[in-house]
């Protein structure tokens, strides 16, 4: 009898990745990245980010193309909601980079993933950034990560492949740990 293992295809290029690995492992300097994002005020509490170049590999790079984000505070705030607020680009980064890395390590590990969805919910309370209460915080309480994922593995190894995602993750860490913020004004 033969076995013929079918290959896993999540759409993640894993000899690649490994590949990357084994040559920024000899060479950290190349393994320093610097990422960028531009911001335009427009009016309001409107503003337009663009995404286009970086820093990598030892040299500047660019994106295949810039992309653009709007970001507003709905009505509620007498703002126009002409875009998701900062906070929820937070939740999507952290969606965004734990999901990936569930897509990676499965593939990785041999792990067929038929469908990962997300749920991510953070508590606010505002009136921190409305200045009413100095002992409220100004960003999340906490934040709550629901995944909902149909893999060709048992519940242990599906547990194991977001474990490892989290400990992979750079936006779980800038969130989870404090990390040194910079703001300079160039008049």
């Not at 013929?4 to 060479?27: F, I, K, M, Q, Y």
């Not at 960003?139 to 492949?161: K, M, P, R």
Request: charged share 20%.
């Amino acid at each position: 009898m033969t076995n013929t293992a079918s290959a896993v295809d999540n759409g993640v290029n894993v000899e690649a990745l490994l590949d990357a690995r084994e040559v920024l492992t000899d060479a950290p300097d190349a393994a320093r990245f610097v990422w960028r994002a531009e911001s335009e005020w427009k009016g309001g509490t409107h503003a337009e980010s663009r995404v286009e170049k970086f820093f990598g590999l030892g040299e500047e790079q660019r994106h295949v193309r810039e992309f653009s984000y709007d970001t507003d505070h709905p009505e509620i705030f007498a703002s126009e909601d002409k875009g998701s607020t900062p906070v929820e680009f937070v939740l999507v980064g952290l969606a965004g980079c734990l999901t990936a890395g569930i897509a990676a390590v499965a593939s990785n590990r041999g792990i067929q993933l038929n469908s990962v969805a997300a749920m991510i919910e953070a508590d606010m309370n505002i009136q921190g950034i409305l200045g009413i209460d100095a002992d409220v915080r100004n960003g999340f309480n906490s934040i709550t990560v629901n995944y909902q994922i149909d893999a060709d593995a048992s519940e242990e190894d599906i547990a194991a492949l977001v474990a490892q995602s989290q400990k992979r993750s750079a936006v779980f860490d800038i969130i989870a740990n404090p990390t040194n913020v910079n703001v300079w004004v160039n008049l």
